[in-house]
């Protein structure tokens, strides 16, 4: 298996409060399924946890989904794609408590479309059509992370913002 769903239960929207015990975090773009089938773009920021630990209670086929590493997903606002030859320079500000860091990373418009169509077309071979909603990680641009802060904040210039906070923080 070389691509599996993720739970929607594991998707998160921007600014929501979530445990976050045990997980580290990458900051990525996502990739949504519009109602027309087009995709859309959003800041995301996914979740770390260990598939393959002793304790983990996954169902076997999940243990082989994303690297075996996904423990969901927060996603920013969904947006219109650039122009699909599109290469952009993107920074990015990542700021964890009183900590920041930036980077710029280049996004490829094209290399994302490519790859979200062989992920469509393999989905509907498998059975598991794309419906509005649908959403594809697309790579970490920083991370993994760990998460010691109780509010994190990815700003992804023009592509906009996402962010999450612990549940229990003080």
């Known amino acids: 298996m070389t691509a599996a769903p993720i ?3 594991w998707v998160h929207q921007s600014a929501e409060t979530v445990d976050l015990s045990g997980l580290r975090f990458e900051v990525e773009f996502a990739l949504v399924v519009a109602g027309d089938g087009s995709f859309r773009i959003a ?15 996954w169902p076997a086929a999940a243990k082989h989904a994303d690297l075996l590493v ?3 997903l927060v996603l920013g606002t969904p947006q219109p794609l650039p122009p699909a030859y599109s ?3 993107v920074a990015i500000q990542l700021l964890a408590g009183d900590e920041s860091q930036t980077l710029t990373t280049n996004l490829s418009v094209s290399d994302l479309l490519e790859a979200a ?7 509907s ?13 697309t790579g970490a641009r920083l991370g993994p992370i ?4 109780n509010h994190i904040r990815a700003e992804l210039d023009s592509f906009g913002a996402v962010e999450i906070f612990r549940a229990g923080a003080q």
């Open 7 to 9: 739970p929607k239960a």
């Open 125 to 137: 071979r498998i059975g598991l059509p794309f419906t509005p909603g649908t959403v594809i990680i």
């Open 146 to 149: 760990e998460l010691a802060a």
């Open 87 to 89: 290469e952009i320079a």
């Open 117 to 123: 169509r062989w992920t469509s077309e393999y989905a």
């Open 70 to 72: 996904t423990g969901g």
């Open 43 to 57: 800041p995301a920021l996914e979740f770390i946890r260990s598939r393959t630990q002793a304790d983990a209670e």
